[in-house]
């Protein structure tokens, strides 16, 4: 079964802490995507990568960065963590446009 | 770009009854897949259906059932006889196949089902 693992479920960090969210997927995709997620927005895209190396700005890139040095692992990284990025963080995979497969989220709380 | 909008932030619903839930995209392009996805308490999305643009046969799996209207650009998803395990948010989405931006899912706001026992 396809998988995509983000490593922490729940996480509390401190305002200007440096936070890394890791992804990881056993299915040999391409394309590797964080989203977040708040109440009335849905999910927007932060920053999406379609190979090793390569990364894309999504809608709303300010305050994060990626990093993909390994095909299977896609990490977010918040520089200098904010209160307003208090939120719920989506991972997902893709071989191709016919299908996405998400993780099942990482909730950061930033004090 | 690409919009989803889901009009109906939540709605609620006794058990058994029926429930549909509204889908509206709007996007220049002409060629595009279309996503429903359910997120249960859990937090992890599930898929639920992938329709493409040029297919706009309605489409039912078991209790589920999609309405695809190209015309209105609509993509409504009905809920028939709703148990409580039906409770949980869903969302709406959409992909373009023919620009640049093809691999990224554009996401509604969702909406928030809730069936009542």
């Known amino acids: 079964d396809v998988k995509v693992t983000q490593s922490s479920r729940y996480l509390v960090k401190r305002t200007g802490e440096k936070v890394f969210l890791e992804c990881v997927q056993d299915m040999d995709h391409e394309n590797m995507f964080w989203y977040r997620q708040d109440p009335g927005l849905g999910l927007r895209l932060i920053y999406f990568s379609y190979d090793v190396k390569m990364k894309e700005k999504g809608d709303i890139p300010e305050g994060y960065s990626v990093s993909r040095e390994k095909k299977e692992r896609f990490s977010l990284i918040l520089e200098s963590a904010s209160t307003n990025q208090t939120s719920m963080y989506l991972c997902?995979?893709?071989?191709?446009?016919?299908?996405?497969?998400f993780g099942s989220g990482t909730r950061l709380t930033v004090v | 770009a690409q919009k989803v909008t889901q009009a109906q932030t939540e709605i609620s619903v006794v058990e058994k009854e029926d429930v549909t839930l509204d889908c509206v995209y709007e996007?220049?392009?002409?060629?595009?897949?279309l996503f429903w996805y359910k997120q249960p308490p859990s937090g992890e999305l599930v898929f639920l259906i992938r329709r493409n643009s040029f297919d706009e046969q309605n489409e039912i799996s078991g209790r589920y059932s999609w309405n695809f209207q190209k015309s209105t650009s609509s993509f409504n998803f009905t809920i028939t006889a709703s148990q409580v395990v039906d409770s949980a948010v869903y969302f709406c989405?959409?992909?373009?196949?023919?620009?640049?931006?093809?691999?990224?899912?554009?996401f509604g706001s969702g909406t928030q089902l809730t069936v009542l026992p």
């Open positions: 997902a995979s893709s071989l191709s446009v016919r299908g996405y497969t």
């Open positions: 989405a959409l992909t373009p196949l023919s620009s640049g931006s093809a691999r990224q899912l554009t």
């Open positions: 996007t220049r392009d002409t060629t595009y897949y």
